[in-house]
Nanobody, 126 residues
Framework: QVQLRESGGGLVQAGDSLRLSCVAS????????MGWFRQAPGKEREFVAA????????DYADSVKGRFTISRDNAKNTVYLQMNSLKPEDTAVYIC???????????????????WGQGTQVTVSS
């Protein structure tokens, strides 16, 4: 069993930065493709960023490209999301996900991912 636990969310002002972390535990002998998604009230879950198991490939939603950076430290079983120049429209619950069955349909697709964390709240005020 794999558990994903996010941290680092909070309340910030527009233009500020946050770094989210997602730690995988339970089954950590192998690395997996990891993604970040977000969900705001009344909206469907949407793709934010993803990184391949080796770290050699990344993908970003157009709305965050140039502002957010995804990275990973496989020795610590952790994936990060550095969020700069935050906007009120970034407000959402941010959820990390893992492609634990290694059947990949594409980095940005929800169906690629098999395990999901509980989420961490990010609120950006104007």
């Amino acid at each position: 069993q794999v558990q994903l636990r996010e941290s680092g969310g909070g309340l910030v002002q527009a233009g500020d930065s946050l770094r989210l972390s997602c730690v995988a535990s339970g089954r950590t002998a192998s690395s997996y493709t990891m993604g970040w998604f977000r969900q705001a009230p009344g909206k469907e879950r949407e793709f934010v960023a993803a990184i391949s198991w080796s770290g050699g490939s990344t993908d970003y939603a157009d709305s965050v490209k140039g502002r957010f950076t995804i990275s990973r430290d496989n020795a610590k079983n952790t994936v990060y999301l550095q969020m700069n120049s935050l906007k009120p429209e970034d407000t959402a619950v941010y959820i990390c996900a893992a492609d634990t069955d290694r059947v990949t349909y594409g980095l940005r697709y929800l169906t690629t991912y098999n395990d999901w964390g509980q989420g961490t709240q990010v609120t950006v005020s104007s």
